[in-house]
């Protein structure tokens, strides 16, 4: 079985407040690239995860990686081994692991279907998987496992995502919030909700890794529709009316910035 673990974009991302847990009130607008990391799982006498590509040997424990979680706390099975192509940057802001579980609780699905309350299995494992075990455009309130649809009016936008090869841990951008309700999201398709919303995360990853800064100013300079950080950081994106556009940019970005990681697609 072979599966893509889609990257996952917040195109806005407004925090509320700091909830008594310790977690925060959230509203998201989630989009998925049409890229991303690649698994392939076989049968196997027992589960099994190695890790490979451009990022793969920056997953030091992989019993404690995600994916083997969400394989654990699925029923598949004797045992799969599992080969996750590294793609995505770590710690970038663009759920990769929870994209790779994700892609987990798809496989498990096509072979043996999921089980009862299995989204609360995928919440449990973080925030983000929800989300990306169906990969699909959707508003995120609560922590952001609370889903609602929306109508997909963005597929086949092209984005080009870009990284300044710096990860960021989530807690301290969170940590670093000012504590200040700016809003919730606008109303409208999605389209309206990404020109017209914002993350509010940005000035805090900002102030822990400058470099975004510098990618945001970069990308402004390609005329996108809009050019804005994921998640937590560090990886920012920019949207575009066509896919020349987007080449371009992406052709002046490698010219300008060598160093940084980059990701060309479009919208699923």
Not at 150 to 177: E, K
Not at 236 to 247: G, I, K, P, R, T
Request: net charge negative; with cysteine.
């Amino acid at each position: 079985m072979r599966e893509t673990a889609y990257a996952k974009l917040n195109l806005a991302l407004h925090v509320r407040r700091r909830r008594e847990d310790g977690y925060h009130e959230l509203e998201t607008l989630f989009a998925f690239v049409d890229a991303g990391d690649r698994l392939e799982a076989v049968p196997a006498p027992r589960d099994e995860l190695r890790t490979v590509g451009e990022f793969g040997g920056e997953l030091l424990d992989p019993f404690g990686n995600i994916v083997a979680r969400a394989l654990a706390g699925l029923p598949h099975g004797q045992g799969w081994s599992v080969t996750l192509e590294k793609n995505l940057p770590v710690a970038a802001g663009l759920g990769g692991g929870s994209a790779d579980a994700g892609a987990v609780f798809r496989m498990v699905e096509a072979a043996h279907g999921l089980p009862d309350g299995w989204q609360h299995r995928a919440s449990a494992l973080g925030a983000d998987v929800p989300a990306c075990v169906r990969s699909e455009a959707c508003i995120g309130l609560g922590t952001g496992t609370e889903l609602e649809p929306i109508p997909n009016t963005m597929a086949g936008t092209p984005v080009l995502l870009v990284n300044p090869r710096l990860p960021l841990a989530t807690g301290p951008v969170y940590a670093a919030w000012d504590g200040v309700d700016r809003g919730p999201m606008p109303q409208g398709d999605m389209r309206t909700i990404a020109l017209e919303g914002r993350n509010d995360l940005e000035a805090g990853a900002v102030g822990l890794c400058p470099a975004i800064a510098d990618v945001l100013t970069a990308l402004g300079e390609t005329a996108p529709l809009l050019a804005r950080m994921s998640g937590s950081g560090a990886t920012c994106f920019a949207l575009y009316e066509d896919m020349a556009q987007a080449e371009a940019a992406n052709v002046r970005i490698a010219e300008a910035h060598p160093g940084w990681w980059r990701l060309l697609g479009r919208l699923r």
